[in-house]
């Protein structure tokens, strides 16, 4: 069992409690976070150990039920954690040796500081002025009162590492073998003009794939 302190929740966010378990996308990491200060693994202790990116990372229901048992907190319905399928996913992925490498925040703060970061960094720095290793690549929790994908690492994070980029053989190095890995913006057309200077492209939104080292014989 876990034993935390008795939290008095504004009503505001006894409202949103009650309803964010009926859907787990409506989940507010913002409250549980931010206001009542509990820490990541509190919930998702699984990560710990966790070695394959299908492992189910969600918090158990006594977890929950610890605080949301109409004392602490207000009653809420688990349902969804048992019967929400773990999402497929394209790459591989070891939670449990992440952990152990030491503060990943740090280490992503310090590649955006001197500009070894691979694509776009807009938004990215001010969510990284903190030491939580988790939320180094689930950044910006606190804000939120949903989980989407914007809560996931994404591919530029995982590159301050993983930096030896040689497109395409590198790719099945974490992705899955049959993933579809071209945009879906790659089309006919793109592949005609995206050299011509017509498409006004976002270069930064291309590194991660390409790196800064990538010739046209990459693909050509």
């Given at each position: 069992?876990?034993?935390?302190?008795?939290?008095?929740?504004?009503?505001?966010?006894?409202?949103?409690?009650?309803?964010?378990?009926?859907?787990?996308?409506?989940?507010?990491?913002?409250?549980?976070?931010?206001?009542?200060?509990?820490?990541?693994?509190?919930?998702?202790?699984?990560?710990?150990?966790?070695?394959?990116?299908?492992?189910?990372?969600?918090?158990?229901?006594?977890?929950?039920?610890?605080?949301?048992?109409?004392?602490?907190?207000?009653?809420?319905?688990?349902?969804?954690?048992?019967?929400?399928?773990?999402?497929?996913?394209?790459?591989?992925?070891?939670?449990?040796?992440?952990?152990?490498?030491?503060?990943?925040?740090?280490?992503?703060?310090?590649?955006?500081?001197?500009?070894?970061?691979?694509?776009?960094?807009?938004?990215?720095?001010?969510?990284?002025?903190?030491?939580?290793?988790?939320?180094?690549?689930?950044?910006?929790?606190?804000?939120?009162?949903?989980?989407?994908?914007?809560?996931?690492?994404?591919?530029?994070?995982?590159?301050?590492?993983h930096s030896e980029i040689d497109n395409p053989f590198s790719c099945e190095e974490c992705h899955?073998?049959?993933?579809?890995?071209?945009?879906?913006?790659?089309?006919?057309?793109?592949?005609?003009?995206?050299?011509?200077?017509?498409?006004?492209?976002?270069?930064?939104?291309?590194?991660?794939?390409?790196?800064?080292?990538?010739?046209?014989?990459?693909?050509?």
């Open positions: 069992m876990v034993l935390l302190k008795r939290v008095w929740i504004p009503l505001v966010s006894v409202l949103l409690v009650t309803d964010v378990f009926g859907t787990e996308s409506r989940f507010s990491h913002q409250l549980h976070i931010k206001q009542v200060g509990i820490d990541c693994l509190v919930c998702h202790g699984a990560a710990v150990t966790s070695k394959v990116v299908e492992d189910r990372n969600l918090p158990k229901k006594n977890i929950c039920l610890s605080c949301h048992n109409g004392g602490i907190a207000p009653n809420v319905d688990t349902t969804w954690l048992t019967e929400r399928e773990v999402e497929k996913r394209t790459f591989h992925f070891n939670h449990e040796f992440h952990l152990k490498l030491g503060n990943v925040t740090a280490v992503i703060r310090a590649a955006l500081d001197d500009g070894r970061y691979l694509g776009e960094s807009l938004g990215v720095r001010r969510l990284l002025n903190h030491d939580n290793a988790c939320q180094g690549c689930h950044r910006g929790l606190e804000e939120t009162n949903s989980v989407t994908e914007s809560s996931l690492p994404s591919m530029s994070d995982c590159l301050v590492c899955l073998p049959g993933s579809t890995l071209k945009p879906v913006d790659h089309t006919r057309e793109f592949v005609d003009l995206h050299s011509t200077g017509k498409l006004n492209l976002n270069k930064a939104t291309c590194l991660p794939c390409h790196g800064t080292n990538f010739s046209c014989m990459g693909c050509h």
